[in-house]
């Protein structure tokens, strides 16, 4: 193997180990972006069923029987 064939096969472990390291970063992200996601439905389901249990104001014309 020449010293040229060498250096690039350097280079191509280099930018191998860069998109790995990119990689492995965005997984990370995708779990926290995934947690985030869960945790906000989790708090606005929270507060649709509040505010469908809290009694609201009696619309005009309609009355219960």
Do not use: F, V, W
């Amino acid at each position: 193997m020449s010293d040229y064939e060498y250096k690039q096969l350097q280079a191509q472990a280099a930018r191998i180990a860069n998109l790995e390291a990119m990689m492995e970063t965005a997984a990370n992200r995708n779990d926290h972006l995934s947690q985030e996601c869960h945790n906000l439905r989790y708090e606005h389901q929270s507060e649709i069923i509040n505010y469908l249990e809290e009694p609201g104001p009696e619309l005009p014309g309609i009355h219960e029987e």
